[in-house]
C-alpha cells in the first residue's frame, strides 16, 4: 500500500470536474483515474483522511440511478482497471477487474465457447463495477438469474485504503459471510470495487423467439405464464404499443429459448400448442442474430430517451393488474406511458415522457405496488424530477423493515460516509 | 464418552435461578429440556469430534415463541445456539460458552404455497424434502436437495446456504431464498426481502444465508420454486482407477456440458452402499461417476451422447444408463446414503468439505490418496465431482486416541491443499467449530474484520451462537484449546 507521503501522485490523471461529469448535477471538485488497484487504495486513502466524498465510476453509463448526492468531492474512474485477469474455461470461472466492459468479457469468453449469461444494456459502455453497484440485468434474468447468482468473489477498498475480499475463485464456497452480496446493488455505498470473480457458462448454440400479440395486459400475463409453464423459456418479456417497430398489437408477449436446434424448435411447438386457444396472436418467430436483436432491443429499454424510467417489482401473477394501472394512469395523466416487463421476474419498467407526471405517477402507484410487498424506483430522472420526488418517498421509496440494519451495515463498511453519501435508501 | 471427544462447560456462568420460570412461562414447561439424560441428545450434531451438551434446550412451537424465547434471554444477556435437526456436518450447534439452546424444528408449518408465483413460505423446522413433496403434483420442486434432505431442515440449510448434488446447474440455497424472517439476539423481529424479486436496498437476505446462525435466528423463509425437469438421463460411468475418473469430470465441464449432477464415488464407498442397497454396482472398479442429465426430452440424447464419448475417451470401461425412474431412484438413494452405508466399515467416520476449482480435482484426490497412506487411515471419497466439492470420508474408531490425532491432522492437511489449490474449505457443510483453524489461512486479517463488523451489525453483543466460524484468541485460550488437547 502507498503510504501517504510516498510519491505525490501514483495516479497519472487528475483534473478538475466539468459538467460532464457532474452526477445528478452535482458536479465534482475532481476528477481522478485509478490506474491500479495500488493506485485507488492511495487515492481513497487520502480522499476520506480530507473528509472527502467520492463516488466511484466505470464509464459513467448507469450513473443515473441514486438520489442526487449530498456531496461529492471526487469522482473516482475505474475504466483503466480494464482487464480480464483470468479466464479459466475448464473451471468456468473469470477473473476480472471491474473497470472491464461487460462487450470485452464477452469477447474473451467467447473465444472458449462461453459467455456471462447477464444482459444489461449497452455491453461496451457497461464496467464489471457498473454491474454490480446498480445490479444491472436484462431479459436473462429469467433463467439464469442476476449478479448475486453469478458472483462468486469480490474484492474492493474500503476507506482506510484497505482491500477487502470475500467469497473466492471457486464455484462453491460457504467460507465465513457472503459479504459480496452487500455490494450488489449498493452503488458504491460500501466501497470502492476493483475485483470480481463470475462464474461461466457454456454459450448456448440456438436462439429463436416467437412474438404473440394480445389486446389487453391481463391475456398478456395469462400467455407468459402459460409459456413458462409450458416450458421455462431463457426469457420471457411483455412490451406495450410502441415498443416493438412492427408489432401491430396493445401488448407483445416475446419468448425467447436458447439450446441446441431441437431443443428450441421443440419448446417453440409447446408454446404454441400452449397457448394455441388462447387470445393471443402469433405474430413473429424469430432465429439465431435477430432473435438476439430482439432481447437486445427489449433490454435496452431500460435505456432509451425519456423524462423518467421507473421500474415497478411485483410478483409475476400481479403485472397483469399493474400494467393495467399503469395504462389507467397514463389515460388520467394525459401522457403516453411505454412498459417493458420481465413477466417470469415481476418487474417492469415504465418509460414517462412527460417530466410533470412523474410526481403524480409514482405517488398513484407506489403504494399500490407496496401493498402488495413490492416497490417502485425511479432509475432515472433529470435532478429536478428527483428533487420533487421528496415527498413521495424519493427515488427509492421505503426499503421496508430491514432499514435500520442497512444504515449499521453503511456504518460498518464506511463509518465516515465517504462512498457516494445521500446516493442510496434511507438517506443512505 | 468417547476418547476423542469431551464435554465442556468452559466459559459458561450459572443460568439465573429465575429463567427456567420465565422461559416455561412463554413455551410451557413440556418444552424444556434440561435433564443431564436428556441433554446427551443435543450434545453435538452431525460433526461427532467435539461434544458438550447446553444446560437448556427450548423447544418453541411458532415463530413468535421463539421470538419470545430470545427476549427473555435477551434481558439477562444469556448467549443461545440455534439447532435445527441437528443434521450439521461442521459443529455449527455446538454449544461454546452458550448455555441455551433453541431448537427449531417444532416449527413444521409450511405457511403458504403460491404455485402460480412459484412461492412457498415454511416455516424453519420444515424438512427440506416436505416442499418438494407438497408441490411435485404440480410439477414444480425446491431445487436445493442435500443428501440428508428427508431429515434436515430450512432453517438449517438457510444457515448453512445448504447445497447438494443437484447445485451443480441449480444453485445453492441461497440461490432460493427470497426472503426470511429473522429473529435478532435482542428479540426484535425483522422481515428482510419477501416473496417479490426484488426490493431496493442492501441484499440482507443474502448476507443472512450463510451466517451460520450468528445473525439471530431465522423463523421463516420465503422460497422459490423451480419447475421439476421433464425428464433425466442418469448415466453410471465405471472406471479402473480415480484418477481416471476425476480426468472424466474435468473432460465433460470442459466440453461445455453442464450436467444437473455430476457425482463421484470412490471403490471403498462403491463396496459399502452396494452391501448396503443391493444396486449391482461393480466392486472391482476404481471409481464410479454418476452423471445427470436433465430438462427437454428431446435435448438428453445428443448430451448423453456426449457424456458417453468423454467418459469413453478417458478410459470407462462401462457407461450404464438407469432404465427406468426406479433405477434411477436406486442409485440416488446409494449416493445420497452413502455417509450411512460407511457406517459399516467402521465405527466412526467423519467428513471434510474442501473445493478446489473443477479443473484441479485429480489433483486434490491424488493428495487425499497420499494422505492417507501417510497417516495409516482408510479414506472414502464421495463427492460433487462437477463443483469441485470434495468429501473425503475418514473412517476411523474413537477409541484409539492415536488414530483420531491422525485423523484430525489429515483432515487439516486435506483442507490446506485445497486451499493450496486456490479453493475453499467449505463448499456446504460451514465453518461451524470444525474449520475455524482454516480462516486465516483462506482470508487477510482486513477480510477478516469487515466480516465480524457485520456480524456486530446483527449481533453487537455476540449472543447468538458465539465462537463460530472466526478465530477469537480468548475462546482459543478458554475453550478450543483444552478441547482440542482432549481430542487429540
Given at each position: 500500500?502507498?503510504?501517504?507521503?510516498?510519491?505525490?501522485?501514483?495516479?497519472?490523471?487528475?483534473?478538475?470536474?466539468?459538467?460532464?461529469?457532474?452526477?445528478?448535477?452535482?458536479?465534482?471538485?475532481?476528477?481522478?483515474?485509478?490506474?491500479?488497484?495500488?493506485?485507488?487504495?492511495?487515492?481513497?486513502?487520502?480522499?476520506?483522511?480530507?473528509?472527502?466524498?467520492?463516488?466511484?465510476?466505470?464509464?459513467?453509463?448507469?450513473?443515473?440511478?441514486?438520489?442526487?448526492?449530498?456531496?461529492?468531492?471526487?469522482?473516482?474512474?475505474?475504466?483503466?482497471?480494464?482487464?480480464?485477469?483470468?479466464?479459466?474455461?475448464?473451471?468456468?470461472?473469470?477473473?476480472?477487474?471491474?473497470?472491464?466492459?461487460?462487450?470485452?468479457?464477452?469477447r474473451v469468453l467467447a473465444r472458449a465457447g462461453q459467455w456471462l449469461p447477464l444482459d444489461p444494456p449497452a455491453p461496451d459502455e457497461?464496467?464489471?463495477?457498473?454491474?454490480?453497484?446498480?445490479?444491472?440485468?436484462?431479459?436473462?434474468?429469467?433463467?439464469?438469474?442476476?449478479?448475486?447468482?453469478?458472483?462468486?468473489?469480490?474484492?474492493?477498498?474500503?476507506?482506510?485504503?484497505?482491500?477487502?475480499?470475500?467469497?473466492?475463485?471457486?464455484?462453491?464456497?460457504?467460507?465465513?459471510?457472503?459479504?459480496?452480496?452487500?455490494?450488489?446493488?449498493?452503488?458504491?455505498?460500501?466501497?470502492?470495487?476493483?475485483?470480481?470473480?463470475?462464474?461461466?457458462?457454456?454459450?448456448?448454440?440456438?436462439?429463436?423467439?416467437?412474438?404473440?400479440?394480445?389486446?389487453?395486459?391481463?391475456?398478456?400475463?395469462?400467455?407468459?405464464?402459460?409459456?413458462?409453464?409450458?416450458?421455462?423459456?431463457?426469457?420471457?418479456?411483455?412490451?406495450?404499443?410502441?415498443?416493438?417497430?412492427?408489432?401491430?398489437?396493445?401488448?407483445?408477449?416475446?419468448?425467447?429459448?436458447?439450446?441446441?436446434?431441437?431443443?428450441?424448435?421443440?419448446?417453440?411447438?409447446?408454446?404454441?400448442?400452449?397457448?394455441?386457444?388462447?387470445?393471443?396472436?402469433?405474430?413473429?418467430?424469430?432465429?439465431?442474430?435477430?432473435?438476439?436483436?430482439?432481447?437486445?432491443?427489449?433490454?435496452?429499454?431500460?435505456?432509451?430517451?425519456?423524462?423518467?424510467?421507473?421500474?415497478?417489482?411485483?410478483?409475476?401473477?400481479?403485472?397483469?393488474?399493474?400494467?393495467?394501472?399503469?395504462?389507467?394512469?397514463?389515460?388520467?395523466?394525459?401522457?403516453?406511458?411505454?412498459?417493458?416487463?420481465?413477466?417470469?421476474?415481476?418487474?417492469?419498467?415504465?418509460?414517462?415522457?412527460?417530466?410533470?407526471?412523474?410526481?403524480?405517477?409514482?405517488?398513484?402507484?407506489?403504494?399500490?405496488?407496496?401493498?402488495?410487498?413490492?416497490?417502485?424506483?425511479?432509475?432515472?430522472?433529470?435532478?429536478?424530477?428527483?428533487?420533487?420526488?421528496?415527498?413521495?418517498?424519493?427515488?427509492?421509496?421505503?426499503?421496508?423493515?430491514?432499514?435500520?440494519?442497512?444504515?449499521?451495515?453503511?456504518?460498518?463498511?464506511?463509518?465516515?460516509?465517504?462512498?457516494?453519501?445521500?446516493?442510496?435508501?434511507?438517506?443512505? | 464418552?468417547?476418547?476423542?471427544?469431551?464435554?465442556?462447560?468452559?466459559?459458561?456462568?450459572?443460568?439465573?435461578?429465575?429463567?427456567?420460570?420465565?422461559?416455561?412461562?412463554?413455551?410451557?414447561?413440556?418444552?424444556?429440556?434440561?435433564?443431564?439424560?436428556?441433554?446427551?441428545?443435543?450434545?453435538?450434531?452431525?460433526?461427532?469430534?467435539?461434544?458438550?451438551?447446553?444446560?437448556?434446550?427450548?423447544?418453541?412451537?411458532?415463530?413468535?415463541?421463539?421470538?419470545?424465547?430470545?427476549?427473555?434471554?435477551?434481558?439477562?444477556?444469556?448467549?443461545?445456539?440455534?439447532?435445527?435437526?441437528?443434521?450439521?456436518?461442521?459443529?455449527?450447534?455446538?454449544?461454546?460458552?452458550?448455555?441455551?439452546?433453541?431448537?427449531?424444528?417444532?416449527?413444521?408449518?409450511?405457511?403458504?404455497?403460491?404455485?402460480?408465483?412459484?412461492?412457498?413460505?415454511?416455516?424453519?423446522?420444515?424438512?427440506?424434502?416436505?416442499?418438494?413433496?407438497?408441490?411435485?403434483?404440480?410439477?414444480?420442486?425446491?431445487?436445493?436437495?442435500?443428501?440428508?434432505?428427508?431429515?434436515?431442515?430450512?432453517?438449517?440449510?438457510?444457515?448453512?446456504?445448504?447445497?447438494?448434488?443437484?447445485?451443480?446447474?441449480?444453485?445453492?440455497?441461497?440461490?432460493?431464498?427470497?426472503?426470511?424472517?429473522?429473529?435478532?439476539?435482542?428479540?426484535?423481529?425483522?422481515?428482510?426481502?419477501?416473496?417479490?424479486?426484488?426490493?431496493?436496498?442492501?441484499?440482507?437476505?443474502?448476507?443472512?444465508?450463510?451466517?451460520?446462525?450468528?445473525?439471530?435466528?431465522?423463523?421463516?423463509?420465503?422460497?422459490?420454486?423451480?419447475?421439476?425437469?421433464?425428464?433425466?438421463?442418469?448415466?453410471?460411468?465405471?472406471?479402473?482407477?480415480?484418477?481416471?475418473?476425476?480426468?472424466?469430470?474435468?473432460?465433460?465441464?470442459?466440453?461445455?456440458?453442464?450436467?444437473?449432477?455430476?457425482?463421484?464415488?470412490?471403490?471403498?464407498?462403491?463396496?459399502?452402499?452396494?452391501?448396503?442397497?443391493?444396486?449391482?454396482?461393480?466392486?472391482?472398479?476404481?471409481?464410479?461417476?454418476?452423471?445427470?442429465?436433465?430438462?427437454?426430452?428431446?435435448?438428453?440424447?445428443?448430451?448423453?451422447?456426449?457424456?458417453?464419448?468423454?467418459?469413453?475417451?478417458?478410459?470407462?470401461?462401462?457407461?450404464?444408463?438407469?432404465?427406468?425412474?426406479?433405477?434411477?431412484?436406486?442409485?440416488?438413494?446409494?449416493?445420497?446414503?452413502?455417509?450411512?452405508?460407511?457406517?459399516?466399515?467402521?465405527?466412526?467416520?467423519?467428513?471434510?468439505?474442501?473445493?478446489?476449482?473443477?479443473?484441479?480435482?485429480?489433483?486434490?484426490?491424488?493428495?487425499?490418496?497420499?494422505?492417507?497412506?501417510?497417516?495409516?487411515?482408510?479414506?472414502?471419497?464421495?463427492?460433487?465431482?462437477?463443483?469441485?466439492?470434495?468429501?473425503?470420508?475418514?473412517?476411523?474408531?474413537?477409541?484409539?486416541?492415536?488414530?483420531?490425532?491422525?485423523?484430525?491432522?489429515?483432515?487439516?492437511?486435506?483442507?490446506?491443499?485445497?486451499?493450496?489449490?486456490?479453493?475453499?474449505?467449505?463448499?456446504?457443510?460451514?465453518?461451524?467449530?470444525?474449520?475455524?483453524?482454516?480462516?486465516?489461512?483462506?482470508?487477510?486479517?482486513?477480510?477478516?474484520?469487515?466480516?465480524?463488523?457485520?456480524?456486530?451489525?446483527?449481533?453487537?453483543?455476540?449472543?447468538?451462537?458465539?465462537?463460530?466460524?472466526?478465530?477469537?484468541?480468548?475462546?482459543?485460550?478458554?475453550?478450543?484449546?483444552?478441547?482440542?488437547?482432549?481430542?487429540?
Amino acid at each position: 500500500m502507498s503510504d501517504r507521503g510516498a510519491a505525490p501522485h501514483a495516479h497519472d490523471l487528475e483534473r478538475a470536474g466539468t459538467n460532464a461529469d457532474a452526477v445528478d448535477g452535482v458536479v465534482p471538485a475532481r476528477v481522478v483515474q485509478g490506474r491500479s488497484v495500488d493506485d485507488v487504495r492511495a487515492i481513497v486513502r487520502r480522499a476520506t483522511d480530507d473528509g472527502h466524498a467520492l463516488i466511484a465510476s466505470g464509464r459513467g453509463r448507469h450513473l443515473a440511478l441514486g438520489e442526487p448526492p449530498g456531496r461529492l468531492d471526487l469522482l473516482l474512474r475505474l475504466d483503466r482497471l480494464d482487464r480480464v485477469h483470468e479466464h479459466q474455461a475448464a473451471d468456468m470461472t473469470v477473473n476480472v477487474a471491474t473497470g472491464c466492459t461487460l462487450g470485452e468479457i464477452d469477447r474473451v469468453l467467447a473465444r472458449a465457447g462461453q459467455w456471462l449469461p447477464l444482459d444489461p444494456p449497452a455491453p461496451d459502455e457497461t464496467t464489471v463495477g457498473g454491474l454490480i453497484a446498480a445490479n444491472l440485468s436484462g431479459p436473462l434474468r429469467a433463467s439464469q438469474g442476476t449478479v448475486r447468482d453469478l458472483l462468486l468473489g469480490l474484492s474492493w477498498i474500503g476507506p482506510g485504503g484497505e482491500l477487502v475480499s470475500a467469497g473466492g475463485r471457486v464455484v462453491k464456497n460457504v467460507a465465513g459471510y457472503d459479504l459480496a452480496k452487500a455490494h450488489v446493488g449498493a452503488l458504491g455505498t460500501l466501497g470502492v470495487l476493483v475485483e470480481a470473480t463470475f462464474k461461466v457458462r457454456p454459450r448456448p448454440p440456438c436462439e429463436r423467439a416467437l412474438v404473440l400479440g394480445c389486446d389487453d395486459p391481463r391475456t398478456a400475463l395469462d400467455v407468459a405464464l402459460a409459456a413458462r409453464d409450458a416450458v421455462d423459456p431463457a426469457w420471457l418479456e411483455i412490451a406495450s404499443a410502441g415498443v416493438l417497430a412492427g408489432v401491430d398489437a396493445p401488448f407483445a408477449v416475446v419468448v425467447g429459448w436458447l439450446g441446441l436446434a431441437a431443443e428450441v424448435t421443440d419448446a417453440e411447438q409447446r408454446v404454441l400448442d400452449a397457448v394455441e386457444s388462447s387470445a393471443a396472436r402469433t405474430l413473429a418467430s424469430v432465429d439465431g442474430a435477430p432473435a438476439r436483436a430482439l432481447r437486445a432491443r427489449l433490454g435496452g429499454f431500460a435505456l432509451e430517451p425519456a423524462a423518467a424510467m421507473l421500474r415497478a417489482a411485483t410478483l409475476p401473477g400481479a403485472l397483469g393488474e399493474l400494467l393495467a394501472e399503469v395504462a389507467r394512469a397514463a389515460a388520467d395523466a394525459g401522457t403516453p406511458l411505454r412498459c417493458v416487463a420481465h413477466a417470469a421476474n415481476g418487474v417492469a419498467r415504465i418509460a414517462v415522457a412527460d417530466p410533470a407526471a412523474v410526481t403524480t405517477l409514482v405517488a398513484a402507484l407506489r403504494p399500490r405496488l407496496a401493498a402488495r410487498g413490492g416497490s417502485l424506483v425511479v432509475e432515472r430522472a433529470a435532478p429536478a424530477v428527483k428533487h420533487a420526488l421528496q415527498p413521495v418517498g424519493g427515488v427509492f421509496g421505503d426499503p421496508g423493515a430491514g432499514r435500520a440494519l442497512m444504515r449499521r451495515l453503511k456504518e460498518a463498511f464506511d463509518p465516515g460516509a465517504s462512498f457516494a453519501p445521500g446516493r442510496f435508501v434511507a438517506g443512505i | 464418552m468417547p476418547a476423542g471427544a469431551q464435554a465442556t462447560s468452559v466459559g459458561r456462568s450459572p443460568l439465573p435461578a429465575s429463567l427456567l420460570t420465565r422461559l416455561a412461562a412463554v413455551v410451557g414447561r413440556d418444552a424444556l429440556v434440561d435433564s443431564p439424560e436428556a441433554l446427551l441428545v443435543y450434545e453435538c450434531d452431525g460433526y461427532t469430534l467435539e461434544r458438550g451438551a447446553p444446560d437448556l434446550v427450548v423447544l418453541p412451537r411458532s415463530p413468535e415463541q421463539v421470538a419470545a424465547v430470545v427476549r427473555v434471554l435477551a434481558a439477562d444477556g444469556v448467549a443461545f445456539v440455534p439447532r435445527g435437526a441437528g443434521t450439521g456436518l461442521s459443529g455449527g450447534t455446538l454449544p461454546v460458552a452458550a448455555p441455551v439452546m433453541i431448537c427449531t424444528s417444532r416449527l413444521q408449518t409450511i405457511e403458504s404455497i403460491d404455485l402460480r408465483n412459484r412461492r412457498v413460505v415454511a416455516q424453519a423446522g420444515v424438512v427440506n424434502l416436505w416442499i418438494t413433496r407438497q408441490v411435485q403434483a404440480a410439477g414444480l420442486l425446491y431445487a436445493p436437495d442435500p443428501s440428508s434432505q428427508g431429515a434436515c431442515t430450512i432453517g438449517g440449510n438457510v444457515a448453512e446456504n445448504s447445497g447438494g448434488p443437484h447445485t451443480l446447474k441449480y444453485g445453492v440455497t441461497t440461490n432460493h431464498v427470497l426472503g426470511v424472517e429473522l429473529v435478532l439476539p435482542t428479540g426484535e423481529v425483522v422481515q428482510l426481502g419477501g416473496a417479490v424479486e426484488e426490493r431496493p436496498g442492501y441484499d440482507l437476505t443474502g448476507l443472512v444465508v450463510g451466517s451460520e446462525g450468528t445473525f439471530g435466528i431465522v423463523t421463516r423463509a420465503t422460497l422459490r420454486l423451480s419447475r421439476a425437469p421433464e425428464a433425466y438421463r442418469t448415466l453410471l460411468a465405471v472406471f479402473d482407477t480415480i484418477d481416471a475418473a476425476s480426468e472424466a469430470v474435468s473432460g465433460i465441464i470442459a466440453a461445455g456440458i453442464v450436467p444437473a449432477a455430476l457425482e463421484m464415488m470412490d471403490r471403498l464407498i462403491l463396496q459399502a452402499v452396494e452391501a448396503a442397497f443391493h444396486a449391482g454396482l461393480p466392486l472391482d472398479a476404481g471409481a464410479v461417476l454418476l452423471v445427470e442429465l436433465d430438462g427437454a426430452a428431446v435435448g438428453l440424447e445428443p448430451l448423453a451422447e456426449q457424456v458417453r464419448a468423454v467418459c469413453a475417451r478417458h478410459g470407462a470401461r462401462e457407461v450404464r444408463v438407469a432404465a427406468d425412474d426406479a433405477e434411477r431412484a436406486l442409485l440416488w438413494k446409494c449416493r445420497k446414503r452413502a455417509f450411512g452405508a460407511v457406517g459399516r466399515l467402521a465405527p466412526n467416520y467423519c467428513t471434510q468439505d474442501g473445493v478446489v476449482p473443477r479443473t484441479r480435482v485429480p489433483d486434490i484426490v491424488r493428495a487425499i490418496t497420499a494422505t492417507a497412506e501417510r497417516h495409516r487411515l482408510r479414506i472414502g471419497n464421495v463427492f460433487h465431482a462437477g463443483d469441485g466439492n470434495i468429501h473425503p470420508i475418514v473412517l476411523f474408531d474413537e477409541r484409539d486416541a492415536d488414530e483420531v490425532q491422525r485423523v484430525l491432522a489429515a483432515g487439516r492437511e486435506i483442507l490446506e491443499a485445497c486451499i493450496a489449490l486456490g479453493g475453499s474449505v467449505t463448499g456446504e457443510h460451514g465453518i461451524g467449530v470444525e474449520k475455524i483453524a482454516q480462516m486465516p489461512l483462506l482470508f487477510s486479517p482486513e477480510d477478516l474484520l469487515a466480516m465480524t463488523r457485520v456480524r456486530a451489525v446483527f449481533d453487537p453483543e455476540g449472543r447468538a451462537n458465539p465462537h463460530k466460524i472466526f478465530p477469537d484468541a480468548k475462546v482459543c485460550v478458554e475453550t478450543r484449546a483444552p478441547r482440542r488437547q482432549a481430542a487429540l
